[in-house]
Nanobody, 124 residues
């Protein structure tokens, strides 16, 4: 049974930082591309960042230069370092696994497994 468990969310002031983690089990982690998505109230879910099995990355324009996605295959974990946070970054952040490991998919329906999400709230 595949499980993706996010952690690290919380409340932070604008300009602050948070590091999200997503621990995976039940799959060969190194064979999956991993993505971070977010969904704010009343808005559609959107891709934040994705990392391929080989370490290639893609970022949404809204987070480029502020967020960094990374992975540790030995720990079966993907991270999202979020710096210079803004109130508009407030959302539920979820990680997702894509068995097409070498492609940086940007659409949610291209991912196979999802975590339950973690809330990130940025106050002004």
């Amino acid at each position: 049974q595949v499980q993706l468990v996010e952690s690290g969310g919380g409340l932070v002031q604008a300009g602050g930082s948070l590091r999200l983690s997503c621990a995976a089990s039940g799959l060969t982690f190194s064979n999956y591309a991993m993505g971070w998505f977010r969904q704010a109230p009343g808005k559609e879910r959107e891709l934040v960042a994705v990392i391929s099995s080989g370490g290639s990355t893609y970022y949404a324009d809204s987070v480029k230069g502020r967020f960094t996605i990374s992975r540790d295959n030995a720990k079966n974990t993907v991270y999202l370092q979020m710096n210079s946070l803004k109130p508009e970054d407030t959302a539920v952040y979820s990680c997702a696994a894509d068995r097409v490991s070498y492609v940086l998919h940007v659409k949610a329906d291209q991912y196979d497994y999802w975590g339950q999400g973690t809330q990130v709230t940025v106050s002004s």
